[in-house]
């Protein structure tokens, strides 16, 4: 082998062994200095703020005061919006009394409370632009008292004309239950008997439920908690019923009717709401 040869590879394992030298030194260096940054930043205090919380259970109609309350620090990025910072500006302009049930360590918020000075009746707990409107029920109409404040409903509206003349259709879907009774508290876990039942409704609805209450029974159909959907309905009437009993479905919407005038016989094919088929008639 030439010598020129030996020395041309000497010299790059020369370099090449900088090169490795170097780059390790530069990534120590690079470790080195972000080391120092995150101990740097683990000193830095966190923006912090208060938060007053409750400090035991509230529900609602509880007037607050200093020993229900408690302030709490809190990440000054995530407070939540309507969050009061001192006790002092919750009971400073007045007396407030919970709406909502309020758990311990949960914060107080704005519309959770009755404004300063307000007292909590039902009237705090309409949403804006909706009505409270009252019907009357009983144990099956109210679904055996299991329907509570905070619930959601079906309003059903049955009729009855006569003896044979009855319908019965969903009036309301998803509608929210203010108070049972005089019971507006939605952390109530005890079934009651009620006599009353106040929803939550729109002009427009609340005029339907009016009028649906003079001219026959309204009952409830308690929705299945998260459920939103409004699903498609149908009036059922006795027709329906006996169509079901004996297994058939209604062939025609109209009733043939056989007239007979001085022997001749005529049909006339007329709607109908009763049961299907023909009757004769003569004179």
Known sequence: M?????????????FGLLAVFATRSWLNSQAE?????????????????????????????HELSPQVLREQPWHAETLPSGAFARISDVL??????VLTPIEPNEPVLALKITG????????????????????RVNDVDGVGGFVLPGDRVDVVLTRQTDKEQASTQVLLQDVRVLA?????????????IPKAVTLEVD??????????????????????????????????????????????????DVTTVVVTRAGQRQDYRVPHEGGSGAWA???
């Open 33 to 61: 200095a972000r080391l120092r940054s995150l101990e740097a930043n683990r000193g830095t205090p966190v923006a912090a703020r208060t938060v007053v919380v409750a400090a035991r259970p509230l529900r609602y109609g």
């Open 203 to 252: 002009t427009a609805s609340g005029q339907k439920l009016s009028l649906a209450a003079s001219v026959g029974s309204l009952s409830l159909l308690l929705r299945k908690a998260g459920e939103t959907t409004e699903s498609k309905t149908a009036r059922v009437t006795i027709k329906d019923l006996l169509n079901e009993l004996v297994g058939e479905k209604p062939k025609s």
């Open 92 to 97: 400073g302009e007045g007396k407030r009394v």
């Open 2 to 14: 030439r010598s020129s040869t030996v020395i041309m590879i000497a010299v790059a394992a020369v």
């Open 116 to 135: 300063p000075g307000q007292r909590a009746t039902l009237s705090a707990l309409v949403g804006p632009g909706m009505k409270a409107v009252t019907i």
């Open 281 to 283: 008639a003569a004179e």
């Open 180 to 192: 049972v009774d005089q019971v507006a508290d939605e952390r109530a876990a005890n079934p009651m």
